[in-house]
Protein backbone atom coordinates (compact mmCIF):
# COMPACT_ATOMS: atom_id res chain seq x y z
CA UNK A 1 0.00 0.00 0.00
CA UNK A 2 1.20 3.33 -0.98
CA UNK A 3 0.23 6.42 0.61
CA UNK A 4 0.35 10.38 -0.34
CA UNK A 5 0.49 12.98 2.42
CA UNK A 6 0.38 16.48 1.95
CA UNK A 7 1.46 19.53 4.17
CA UNK A 8 1.93 23.17 4.04
CA UNK A 9 -0.94 24.92 3.35
CA UNK A 10 -3.16 27.49 4.93
CA UNK A 11 -3.96 30.84 4.92
CA UNK A 12 -2.04 33.70 3.42
CA UNK A 13 -2.42 37.59 2.14
CA UNK A 14 -1.57 38.00 -2.05
CA UNK A 15 1.73 37.97 -2.08
CA UNK A 16 2.83 35.84 0.21
CA UNK A 17 4.48 32.33 -0.02
CA UNK A 18 3.57 28.81 0.53
CA UNK A 19 5.64 25.37 0.54
CA UNK A 20 3.11 22.58 0.39
CA UNK A 21 5.18 19.10 1.01
CA UNK A 22 3.84 15.62 -0.25
CA UNK A 23 5.57 12.93 1.74
CA UNK A 24 5.12 9.18 0.23
CA UNK A 25 5.72 6.10 1.90
CA UNK A 26 4.89 2.36 1.52
CA UNK A 27 5.95 -0.41 -0.52
CA UNK A 28 7.82 1.57 -3.18
CA UNK A 29 10.29 0.49 -5.64
CA UNK A 30 10.43 3.51 -7.48
CA UNK A 31 8.31 7.19 -7.81
CA UNK A 32 7.64 8.26 -11.32
CA UNK A 33 6.64 11.54 -12.33
CA UNK A 34 4.75 13.25 -9.43
CA UNK A 35 2.51 16.37 -9.86
CA UNK A 36 0.58 19.06 -7.92
CA UNK A 37 -3.24 19.41 -8.98
CA UNK A 38 -5.46 21.95 -7.52
CA UNK A 39 -9.22 22.42 -7.54
CA UNK A 40 -11.28 25.55 -6.65
CA UNK A 41 -14.70 25.69 -5.65
CA UNK A 42 -17.26 25.08 -8.31
CA UNK A 43 -14.17 24.72 -11.17
CA UNK A 44 -12.69 21.57 -12.56
CA UNK A 45 -9.33 20.07 -11.38
CA UNK A 46 -6.55 21.69 -13.23
CA UNK A 47 -2.94 20.47 -13.42
CA UNK A 48 -0.45 23.00 -11.48
CA UNK A 49 3.23 21.44 -12.29
CA UNK A 50 4.64 17.79 -13.01
CA UNK A 51 8.00 16.72 -12.63
CA UNK A 52 9.60 13.67 -13.93
CA UNK A 53 12.35 11.39 -12.46
CA UNK A 54 14.78 12.35 -14.42
CA UNK A 55 13.80 16.14 -13.52
CA UNK A 56 11.63 17.45 -16.61
CA UNK A 57 9.31 20.01 -14.66
CA UNK A 58 6.14 21.47 -16.91
CA UNK A 59 3.81 24.28 -15.33
CA UNK A 60 0.17 25.92 -15.90
CA UNK A 61 1.32 29.32 -17.35
CA UNK A 62 -0.87 30.75 -14.94
CA UNK A 63 1.96 29.84 -11.77
CA UNK A 64 5.29 29.52 -14.40
CA UNK A 65 7.57 32.25 -12.97
CA UNK A 66 5.56 32.39 -9.19
CA UNK A 67 5.59 28.30 -8.24
CA UNK A 68 8.77 25.86 -8.46
CA UNK A 69 8.30 22.06 -7.99
CA UNK A 70 11.24 20.29 -6.61
CA UNK A 71 11.49 16.45 -5.66
CA UNK A 72 13.32 14.90 -2.82
CA UNK A 73 13.56 11.59 -4.31
CA UNK A 74 16.08 10.03 -0.64
CA UNK A 75 12.98 11.56 1.43
CA UNK A 76 10.45 10.60 -1.16
CA UNK A 77 8.68 13.89 -0.87
CA UNK A 78 7.44 16.12 -3.73
CA UNK A 79 7.27 19.99 -2.94
CA UNK A 80 5.63 23.22 -4.62
CA UNK A 81 7.33 26.67 -3.58
CA UNK A 82 4.40 28.99 -4.21
CA UNK A 83 5.55 32.71 -4.10
CA UNK A 84 3.85 35.92 -5.40
CA UNK A 85 0.22 34.24 -4.42
CA UNK A 86 -2.90 35.73 -5.95
CA UNK A 87 -6.56 35.05 -4.73
CA UNK A 88 -7.46 32.74 -8.06
CA UNK A 89 -4.67 30.41 -6.01
CA UNK A 90 -7.46 29.78 -3.96
CA UNK A 91 -7.90 25.77 -4.18
CA UNK A 92 -7.36 22.50 -2.73
CA UNK A 93 -4.06 21.31 -3.81
CA UNK A 94 -3.22 17.51 -3.88
CA UNK A 95 -0.23 15.56 -5.44
CA UNK A 96 -0.57 12.76 -7.35
CA UNK A 97 2.37 10.20 -7.87
CA UNK A 98 3.19 7.10 -11.16
CA UNK A 99 4.64 4.42 -8.53
CA UNK A 100 5.65 1.40 -9.42
CA UNK A 101 5.25 -1.42 -6.06
CA UNK A 102 6.59 -4.83 -6.54
CA UNK A 103 2.82 -5.45 -7.34
CA UNK A 104 2.35 -3.43 -10.55
CA UNK A 105 2.62 0.16 -11.34
CA UNK A 106 -0.08 3.00 -10.87
CA UNK A 107 -1.26 6.15 -9.55
CA UNK A 108 -1.64 6.79 -6.63
CA UNK A 109 -3.52 10.44 -4.50
CA UNK A 110 -3.09 12.29 -1.77
CA UNK A 111 -6.23 13.86 0.37
CA UNK A 112 -5.14 17.32 -0.64
CA UNK A 113 -4.04 20.32 1.31
CA UNK A 114 -6.59 23.96 1.13
CA UNK A 115 -4.60 27.29 0.23
CA UNK A 116 -6.16 30.37 0.70
CA UNK A 117 -5.14 33.60 -0.28
CA UNK A 118 -6.77 36.36 0.91
CA UNK A 119 -6.36 39.79 2.27
Known amino acids: QVRLVESGGGLVQPGGSLKLSCKAS????????MTWRRQAPGKQRELVAS???????DYLDSVKGRFTISRDDTERTLYLQMDGLKPEDTAVYSC?????????????WGQGTQVTVSP
Open 96 to 108: NADVTTRQSRRTF
Open 26 to 33: GSILRLNT
Open 51 to 57: LSSDGNA
